[in-house]
């Protein structure tokens, strides 16, 4: 087989393709063979109908399509293989008519990865936190942990203060006019929880049980409700009922209650520990990202815009998930905060040109050191999976392989080989946390 490739613009390239006159009228024979199995012709069983009397009847070209089936994708990608191409989308093809014994001439116009210009990768100088817990925050996390079991009882006397629970009821008025959606009854509000509109909390603050009291607030130019935004709104509430938190002690027998640790000192140091981990994993998260970036702003690569549309389809698709999981479709989110998918979509743009300069300056690293995948790495990969949903490995293999999935987790794994030769060459300055 012959080929060669030209640029025609951009990251798009041509490629020239000849397929051997005898490869040709190979296909033309299984094109047959497939084909004669579905014709049903007077005198003749099925399947048995001559060649030269099925083309005769029906035409020379009913073999073609066929043929052109069994040629073409694996002469494309044979061109591709030995021109060291990357395609980035689906291919079009332009095709000379098919003719036994003579050679089949056939071009594909695709987008390929485009050459990066790789920066220096080796010996990055980059600063790194120091995965240090104060005992502020350990008093903190366990401040926490009370609040979490904390109880709400009625409060005997005084003002309601924030942190309080308040049961209220209101009606809100614009322009003297009730409006839709403005009235509740036995309503829970978290005073200082900002889950209201702005100033609507503040002036509950000092307010008794069974006071009336008229509210006057400004609803945000943004608000999620067009009819709303900007708008000034009186609102007549009644508290019903103010609730205080109660804070249990911190004592052995709180310990006792929430942990299997005996003591408040043994607590601590299981909580310290915590932090500590999560502290040095949030180091490491951050030291890569911030190797990529210096990375990635040392490299020049001209992005294609198909690889961007990909990256802006994944973070949508993330968003899109985390909303079901709400309760929300992106539809809807998108209504409540006024603008439209399309809108969001460009608001990513940045974010996916980001990621996928990053994703193509990694690939580059990977290709320049000759990072490989063994298929022993794969299956270690694939176990950590079925451990984490306590599944049998043999089993999560196979549905991943039917997923199509098997050669993106070997492609993570070169990924993250490359990320670790990263950190691995950087010169790394450990410096205190930020927070």
């Given amino acids: 087989m012959l080929s060669r490739w030209e640029k025609i613009e951009n990251n798009k390239i041509k490629l020239e393709i000849e397929v051997p006159a005898a490869e040709v009228d190979t296909a033309l024979a299984r094109a047959y063979r497939q084909v004669v199995q579905k014709v049903n012709l007077p005198g003749f069983r099925k399947g048995k109908v001559p060649r030269r009397i099925l083309e005769s009847r029906f035409g020379l070209e009913i073999l073609h399509e066929a043929a052109l089936e069994i040629l073409v994708p694996p002469a494309y990608q044979q061109a591709l293989k030995e021109a060291e191409l990357e395609p980035i989308n689906q291919p079009g093809f332009e095709l000379a008519p098919i003719e036994e014994g003579k050679p089949l001439l056939f071009s594909a116009v695709v987008e390929v990865l485009p050459p990066v210009e790789l920066g220096e990768y080796r010996g990055i100088e980059v600063e790194q936190e120091a995965a240090t817990v104060t005992d502020e925050q350990v008093d903190q996390y366990l401040q926490a942990l009370q609040e979490q079991h904390s109880r709400l009882i009625p409060r005997a006397e005084g003002a309601a203060q924030n942190g309080d629970l308040v049961l209220i009821d209101f009606q809100g008025f614009i322009g003297g006019e009730p409006f839709p959606g403005g009235e509740a009854e036995n309503y829970s509000l978290e005073l200082g929880s ?226 670790d030769l990263l950190v691995n060459e950087a010169q790394i300055k450990t410096v205190e946390s930020t927070g």
């Fill in 194 to 419: 900002q889950s209201f509109i702005p100033g609507f909390e503040e002036q509950l603050v000092g307010m008794s049980a069974d006071e009336e009291k008229e509210i006057g607030v400004q609803f945000p130019g943004d608000y999620h409700k067009n009819e709303l935004a900007g708008k000034e709104a009186l609102f007549k509430v009644k508290v019903r009922q103010i609730k205080q938190k109660q804070l249990p002690e911190l004592d052995a027998d709180f310990v006792k209650e929430i942990s299997d640790f005996e003591t408040l000192e043994e607590l601590k140091k299981d909580v310290r520990e915590r932090l500590e981990k999560a502290a040095r994993e949030k180091a490491k998260v951050k030291l890569e990202a911030e190797l990529i970036q210096k990375l990635s702003d040392a490299s020049r690569v001209e992005l294609p815009p198909v690889l961007v549309e990909r990256q802006i389809d994944r973070i949508i698709g993330d968003m899109e998930q985390y909303l079901r999981y709400q309760g929300l479709t992106l539809e809807k989110f998108a209504a409540l905060s006024g603008r439209t998918i399309e809108e969001m979509r460009r608001d990513k743009q940045a974010e996916a040109e980001k990621r996928a300069k990053a994703n193509l300056v990694l690939d580059a690293v990977v290709k320049k050191e000759g990072i490989t995948v063994a298929d022993s790495e794969v299956d270690e990969k694939i176990s950590g999976i079925a451990g984490a949903y306590n599944d049998e490995p043999g089993r999560v293999k196979g549905i991943l392989e039917k997923q199509g999935r098997i050669p993106v987790i070997r492609e993570e794994i070169r990924i993250r080989k490359a990320i």
